[in-house]
């Protein structure tokens, strides 16, 4: 299978919403589907298509059958260490039919390049420490920070 990764459009919308929301979705595996209400949804890809947004998506398409197989996002912030933007890459997905083929590699590589092209001197994400499969890629694409990180009590999506 050919992967071709590239910024999301508007077309792409009821396709990246079920990766996020639908079944075996991104949300899903996360256990948050009492946490992602449609207004989150809707706001979150309303955000990705604003140039004026630092959130950003790029998506990857099956070349075969042009559909979404997975996706990143990714949003730029200001750093107290560094002059220019720092890249958190949000979250990153592929869905389970397509896993362990490069696509999430492409993903990263993808966030990295855009991070490149939009001036950030760093790009970092987060995982949890059960997800084993996603951290054998990670430690070939990334390395560990060595940062714990902590949250306001109550925060309902950590």
Known sequence: MSVTI????????????????GPNGYIEFYGSSNIITPEITNTTF???????????????VNS???KLIGFATYLT??????VEDTCY??????????????VGRK?????????????????????QFHNHRAQMLYTKVGV???????????????
Do not use: M, Q
């Open 64 to 66: 075969e059958t042009g």
């Open 89 to 102: 890459l949000n979250d990153l997905f592929v869905c389970e039919s397509n896993r362990l083929g490069g």
């Open 77 to 82: 912030h200001r750093n107290t260490w560094t």
């Open 107 to 127: 993903l990263i590589e993808s966030v990295y390049k855009s991070a490149d092209e939009l001036n950030c001197k760093n790009t970092y994400w987060l995982t």
């Open 46 to 60: 309303d955000r990705f298509l604003n140039p004026n947004d630092p959130t950003y998506c790029n998506v990857a």
């Open 6 to 21: 590239r910024a999301i459009e508007a077309k792409d919308k009821e396709e990246w919403v079920n990766l996020w929301t």
């Open 144 to 158: 560990k920070a060595g940062f714990l990180v902590y949250a306001r009590p109550n925060n309902n999506y950590l």
